[in-house]
């Protein structure tokens, strides 16, 4: 069976690494002289909205999915007319505007935090007296890895903030103020859903950013707030008829779940379930997308995940940690990039913890 993907970033490379041994093979489409799957399936290198390009990769493949969720609705409208897309194109109408995703939380009783659109500099000022100070702006669509955000900590913040990410002129660019949530940690919830409707979950995972960008990911054993989390994300995926893996990023504050964000496709957070799980996110999203019977979410054993930011440490240094895994994604190094990542796995918690520590002294003597 044929897998196409929309994008041929990391996400697609681990995904052609996963599906390989079940016998599925690779179409990318993505525009990047870079594209860093292209060694790993053939590569249609033209932009997302090319209608010739859109007729190749849909006559080359036998169901279609993608891996970056600003994947333009027109190109996701004329696959989905022409081979089965997973997951659905709703997913990405919501996955792509923080406003859509926070509505839809609210309309299924997910708590989020305290938040009001904003389209103009005046409406900014009537959504800091709804939600307090401080807040964080954000843009509607288009923002990742902390880019498109700023926190207003005091009024003087607000004109710089909209001048940035509203834009000075018109058109503006829709944003939203929410309320700084002051987090005791960050967890995702890791979920796959099968075309026949059955879910799994993996473990929780507790997740470190710095400006915006993950660092660090560590699955968590029975976290209190596991089941908690479960049903969230299978109150978005039933709404959604969600098929696929589907990230959703949670804050924890005062014990209680705050839903962040959802990501409609594998994502940073559970890259740790490569090694650290019996099925990967990589191989269980493919499973699902190919109609096959799901793989087990569980854990094997300890495991955390350190991303590499801006530049890789030598692949030797690396190679004598024990129990270290490495990925590199074949991407120059740039800084606030993610050129690759390694996982950690030991038989128990002390163990972990030694060598996490020698992993992440290592990754920041390099950043
Ligand atoms: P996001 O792109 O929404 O996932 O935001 C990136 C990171 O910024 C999050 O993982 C948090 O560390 C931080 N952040 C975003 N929104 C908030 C908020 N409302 N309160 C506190 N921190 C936030």
Redesign the pocket.
């Given at each position: 069976m044929k897998i196409g993907v929309l994008g041929a970033g990391q996400l697609g490379r681990m995904l052609a690494l996963a599906g390989y041994p079940l016998d599925l093979e690779f179409v990318f489409l993505d525009p990047a002289a870079d594209a860093c799957s292209a060694s790993l399936g053939t590569h249609i290198r033209e932009p997302y909205l090319s209608e010739a390009a859109l007729a190749r990769f849909c006559a080359s493949c036998d169901v279609a999915t993608y891996e970056f969720e600003n994947v333009p609705a027109h190109t996701a409208e004329v696959v989905g007319a022409s081979v089965p897309l997973y997951p659905p194109a709703m997913a990405l109408t919501v996955g792509q505007d923080r406003l859509n995703e926070k509505k839809l939380f609210d309309s299924l009783g997910i708590p989020v935090?305290r938040y009001m659109p904003v389209a103009a500099r005046g409406a900014l000022d009537l959504a800091i007296r709804n939600v307090g100070l401080p807040a964080?702006m954000?843009t509607r669509s288009l923002?990742?890895d902390?880019k498109g955000?700023a926190v207003l900590r005091k009024p003087e913040d607000l004109d710089s903030a909209w001048q940035r990410l509203g834009g000075a002129q018109p058109p503006h660019t829709p944003c939203l103020v929410?309320?700084?949530?002051p987090?005791e940690r960050?967890l995702s919830c890791l979920a796959v859903r099968g075309r026949d409707g059955e879910m799994r979950f993996y473990p929780v995972v507790a997740?470190v950013?710095r400006d915006?960008i993950l660092r660090v990911s560590i699955p968590q054993d029975h976290d209190p707030l596991q089941s908690q989390a479960e049903d969230y994300a299978r109150r978005v995926a039933e709404k959604l008829d969600y098929v696929g893996v589907m990230a959703f990023?949670f804050?924890v504050a005062g014990g209680q779940l705050y839903a962040?964000?959802i990501a409609p496709r594998v994502h940073n957070s559970g890259h740790w379930s490569i090694e650290g799980a019996v099925c990967s996110q990589f191989e269980n999203h493919l499973r699902a997308v190919a109609g096959l019977p799901l793989g087990s979410t569980a854990a094997r054993g300890y495991s955390a995940m350190v991303n590499f930011i801006g530049r890789a440490p030598e692949t030797a240094a690396l190679c004598a940690i024990p129990g270290v895994h490495v990925h590199h994604y074949g991407k120059s190094p740039k800084p606030q990039r993610k050129v690759g990542h390694a996982t950690i796995t030991a038989d128990g918690e002390a163990e972990l913890k030694s060598r996490l520590a020698q992993l992440v002294a290592l990754v920041e003597s390099v950043a």
């Open positions: 935090p964080v954000k923002g990742y902390g955000q929410e309320a700084f949530v987090f960050e997740n950013h915006g990023e804050f962040n964000e």
